[in-house]
């Protein structure tokens, strides 16, 4: 049967939440949200992890939107950090999400769809994982978007599990408004044609050493009936550090302050792998978006492997998802 939309994700749960969205008519942004945030809904961590989004296609800009974990420590004085070889707690690895805040500039950007429609499938994954905590953040993230997170409900419980006080860099200071979210996607030649991708994807590659840290490698792809091309990568984290409160877990991806050594500026992005791109030909047009959620970039998707892709004939329009 040929389509004109389509969505494919590794987590079957997320892969469940895209595909409903588009076949109720919705929007490639909002299906790759809404695999985000199902997946969010349904795993503890999931929402504090990195996330990086990407959009192009028919009659849209290539835009990239940017949620990276951040270094903490904003407004307060350098610690006198840890001694060489002395044991670093776990809370002092706990970096600052903005993944939500990515998501939702994306939301704002595609604007066709209600929040609410989004995060629906997330709030019922929760619920029915017994995580009522999480579920409630969902809730006011329908409600207050990103200021949710900057709210005390969600504050206090991350500052009391990794502020100064327990060892950790954490501040409220660290909870304000996230800048330089929405930015131009890069685009390199590749064979005839050329990819499109986030501008940090680069950065991706040299994270080797804290790859366990971030998690598994999760990706959603969608391509909607308008020729719209979204494609979100996160990770989501099996060994972090709990949030009781919340019903979440922090990934420990932050920099400790080691004497002597010149710490991580506080507000600077934390690398993360960013797998994802959208092809085009040598005349512009846009033919897949792809995903390696397992990779820390796509250096040559028609040779790396596992692949999620979703194609479209820019001739006839028929739409399809592949893992390869």
């Known amino acids: 049967m040929t389509t004109r939309a389509a969505a494919i994700a590794n987590d079957p749960i997320a892969d469940e939440a895209a ?10 942004v909002g299906a790759v949200l809404t ?26 800009g290539a835009r990239a939107f940017d949620g990276r974990l ?9 610690p006198r950090g840890f001694k060489e070889g ?13 993944g939500v805040a990515a998501a939702l500039v994306a939301h704002a950007y595609d604007g066709s769809q209600r929040l609410g429609t989004i995060l629906k499938p997330g709030i019922s994954r929760a619920q029915r994982s017994g995580a009522d905590a999480r579920a409630g953040l969902l ?46 996607a890069d685009e390199r030649k590749l064979g005839a044609g050329s990819l499109v991708e986030p501008p940090w ?20 792809c969608a391509i909607d009936v308008r020729g719209v091309f979204a494609a979100l990568c996160y990770r989501r984290v099996s060994d972090g550090l709990p949030i009781d409160d919340l019903d979440l877990e922090a990934p420990l991806a932050a920099v400790p302050v080691q004497r002597g050594v010149t710490r991580v500026a506080p507000g600077a992005r934390i690398p993360a792998p960013a797998p994802i791109a959208i092809r085009r030909d040598k005349s ?41």
């Open 19 to 28: 595909q409903d969205f588009l076949a109720s008519g919705g929007s490639a």
């Open 35 to 60: 695999g985000f945030f199902a997946a969010g809904g349904a795993f503890a961590g999931v929402l504090l992890g990195p996330v990086s989004i990407l959009v192009g296609g028919v009659g849209v």
């Open 70 to 78: 951040r270094q903490p420590g904003l407004g307060t004085k350098r």
């Open 86 to 98: 002395e044991e670093v707690p776990d809370s002092a690895r706990v970096a600052i999400p903005t």
């Open 139 to 184: 809730k006011r993230i329908r409600s207050a978007g990103a200021g949710a997170l900057t709210e005390a409900a969600f504050v206090r419980p991350v500052l009391r599990i990794a502020g100064p006080s327990q060892g950790g860099l954490v501040t409220p200071s660290d909870f304000g408004s996230v800048p330089d979210i929405d930015q131009d």
């Open 201 to 220: 994807a680069e950065e991706g590659k040299g994270v080797v050493e804290d790859a366990e840290a971030l998690g598994i490698g999760c990706a959603v």
């Open 284 to 324: 512009g047009t846009s033919l897949a978006v792809i995903a390696g959620p397992m990779l820390y970039r796509l250096d040559d998707p028609t040779q790396a492997k596992p692949l999620l892709v979703v194609k479209r004939d820019p001739r006839t329009q028929a739409t399809e998802a592949s893992r390869s």
